[in-house]
Each structure stands twice: as structure tokens, then as C-alpha cells.
């Protein structure tokens, strides 16, 4: 509870009114001195207290160049000492204990129990595409996706001591038909403007896609492609259409198809939302 001067007041108010005059008209020099260093030493003491209690329930995460203050209007201490091994900015503290809470769960114990963070992050999906409005609707899913990868990287750092197999993004074996076709960038040159623009080369080619995550895919293919060589999917999730531009990384044969692997480049909000969707099995 915060104390203040308002509250010492109202005590010294109990005081007999006779008994304050008393000591008025009996006052000596040293009486006076001795209750001046009383009332200095309770205000001295309530500063105490109150610098005390603000500071036990606060706390300060650096979070870049963002510094957090823990109180109840944010994140409480104990969620943010579970949660500080994230590394989260400071509105992703708040957004993650507020989807947490919402389902009537503990936040630490859902933090650490990955089934009751999925369905948590799935009903916030389902929220936000039942209330959000249009034109605002994928960026706020995206940003719940962005700190679901978040979590879901950390928690992979925390089960590994080799820094090399952790993946920044989560990747999952699938087999989903769809077709690439090249693209190849071109400048072209209108007056004294300069532009790129990308322009598709040969027909479309059937692959099959083996795994994916939100940076980039493997796919089977009858024919092999250069490394270096840029390529546009399109594919169908859930019945959504779906096009990636990316670039071809490396190519492996197996039993006689060629497994390529690319890196994405370029992609919708939407795009990138159905994905991720995928992935974590929303």
C-alpha cells in the first residue's frame, strides 16, 4: 500500500486539540526542538518506505534500447523472470502475458508447457480475424506469429549447446504439389528513370514441396537448376493460393529427382501468415 504525508496528517489530527495547546502555552525551547525531530524523523521514515516499495516492485529488463519497468499496469516480476530468457521486446512482454491470461491459465506454467502455448496463440488468431478490422488483419497476425518464432527459437537454444543447429525458423516435412517457373530481373531504362522488374523465363514446371518454414523450402523436381538462380512458387494452403519469390541455394539428387533447396525472398503479409499457419498447425 503507498503511504503518504496525507495519512500522517490525519493521525496527528487524533491529538487532543487541548493537548497541542498545552504544549503551545508550556512549551520550552528544548520540548520544541525534540518534537521537530519527531515529526522530521516520521516524514523521513514514510520517504523511506515509499522509495522502498516502488523500487521491490519494479524491475528494469534491457531490452536493446528499450528499458522496461515492471509493475502491475505491464508485466508482472515473477512472468517476466520466466520469460526474460526470450529475450522480448518490451510490447512483446505484455502481448505474450495477455494471450497467456486470457485463457484463464498461469502465464509462467503455460510459458513452459508448448500445447497450452499453441492453443493460446490459436485463439488470439481466431480473435483477431473475427474482431480485427481488414486492412489491419494480417499485420496483427503476423506480429503473434513473429512471437511465436521468438519463443519457439529460444526454447530451441535452451535444449542444444551447438549454436549451428539451431534453425531461426521452425521447419516442417510436407508434401504439397504445386508448380516454379523462372524469373530473371531486368533493368529497363524510360527517359532518365531506371527500373528492375522481373520478368518470367520458360514455362512452369511441376515440383513437389518435402518441407518449408517461414525462410525458405525444399522441393523435388524432374529437372535440376543453377545455383544463384531465382524462381517463383505458387502452391495452394489450406486452399489458399499462394506465391513466394526465392532463390535456389544448393541442389542434391536423390533416386533420380533433384532436391532443391531455396531461400525465400519476397512474400506477402498473407502470404507469410498461411506459412506460418502451416508450420505451427493453426
Avoid at 539451431?166 to 504439389?177: A, D, M, P
Avoid at 533447396?261 to 498447425?281: A, G, P, Q, Y
Wanted: glycine content about 4%; hydrophobic content about 40%; proline content about 1%.
Amino acid at each position: 500500500m503507498w503511504i503518504n504525508l496525507s495519512n500522517t496528517i490525519s493521525l496527528l489530527n487524533l491529538i487532543p486539540l487541548q493537548s497541542l495547546n498545552q504544549f503551545k502555552m508550556e512549551s520550552k525551547p528544548a520540548n520544541t526542538a525534540i518534537f521537530v525531530f519527531l515529526l522530521a524523523g516520521i516524514i523521513a521514515v514514510i520517504v523511506i518506505l515509499n522509495v522502498s516499495k516502488k523500487f521491490k516492485d519494479s524491475a528494469i529488463f534491457n531490452g536493446g534500447a528499450v528499458d522496461i519497468k515492471l509493475n502491475k499496469t505491464t508485466v508482472s516480476h515473477a512472468f517476466y523472470e520466466a520469460a526474460k530468457k526470450y529475450g522480448l521486446k518490451k510490447t512483446e512482454f505484455a502481448t505474450l502475458e495477455r494471450i497467456l491470461k486470457s485463457g484463464e491459465m498461469d502465464p509462467v506454467k503455460a510459458l513452459n508447457n508448448e500445447n497450452d502455448l499453441d492453443y493460446q496463440f490459436k485463439r488470439e488468431l481466431q480473435k483477431i480475424e473475427r474482431n480485427s478490422k481488414e486492412d489491419n488483419t494480417e499485420n496483427e497476425k503476423a506480429a503473434i506469429f513473429s512471437l511465436r518464432n521468438t519463443l519457439d527459437y529460444f526454447s530451441s537454444a535452451s535444449r542444444t549447446s551447438n549454436s549451428k543447429a539451431i534453425r531461426i525458423f521452425r521447419r516442417k516435412n510436407i508434401n504439397i504439389e504445386g508448380t516454379y517457373v523462372l524469373v530473371q530481373s531486368e533493368t529497363q531504362t524510360v527517359g532518365r528513370k531506371t527500373t528492375k522488374k522481373l520478368v518470367i523465363k520458360g514455362d512452369k514446371v511441376p515440383c513437389t514441396i518435402v518441407n518449408i518454414s517461414l525462410g525458405g523450402c525444399a522441393f523435388k523436381a524432374s529437372k535440376s537448376e543453377k545455383a544463384g538462380t531465382m524462381i517463383r512458387f505458387n502452391f495452394s494452403v489450406h486452399r489458399e493460393s499462394v506465391a513466394v519469390l526465392g532463390q535456389v541455394l544448393r541442389i542434391n539428387v536423390e533416386r533420380g529427382n533433384a532436391i532443391i533447396h531455396v531461400k525465400f525472398l519476397k512474400m506477402s503479409k498473407k502470404t507469410e501468415n498461411i506459412i506460418n499457419s502451416l508450420i505451427f498447425d493453426y
